[in-house]
């Protein structure tokens, strides 16, 4: 069978190998070779643990900074919002 690769490079081998994988095998010669392969899930057992490194809780970070995110809190409460600062600053251009 004849296929043509087409300018993005790929190539369609029709609906009946659709969600198949392939193990592609180029050779010194140029020849490319398709075989299809099976995905075989790992047991259970052999999944990796999640990571240990984290030495805090989560939640650390915000209870040593409480002091720091009140003030800032604060601060942004008395600002006005960056949209309705735009807003007011166009309509002063308009008149």
């Avoid at 075989?35 to 939640?59: C, D, F, I, R, T």
């Amino acid at each position: 069978m004849l296929k043509e690769v087409g300018a993005s490079g790929q190539i369609s081998l029709g609906k009946k190998y659709a969600g198949q994988l392939f193990d592609l095998q180029t050779r010194a010669d140029g020849a490319i070779v398709l075989q299809p392969m099976q995905v075989v899930p790992a047991p259970l057992a052999v999944q990796e643990e999640g990571a240990s490194y984290a030495s805090e809780p989560p939640n650390a970070w915000a209870a040593q900074h409480a002091t720091d995110i009140d003030q800032y809190n604060a601060w942004a409460e008395q600002r006005e919002p960056y949209a309705q600062r735009v807003r007011r600053w166009r309509a002063e251009q308009k008149t």
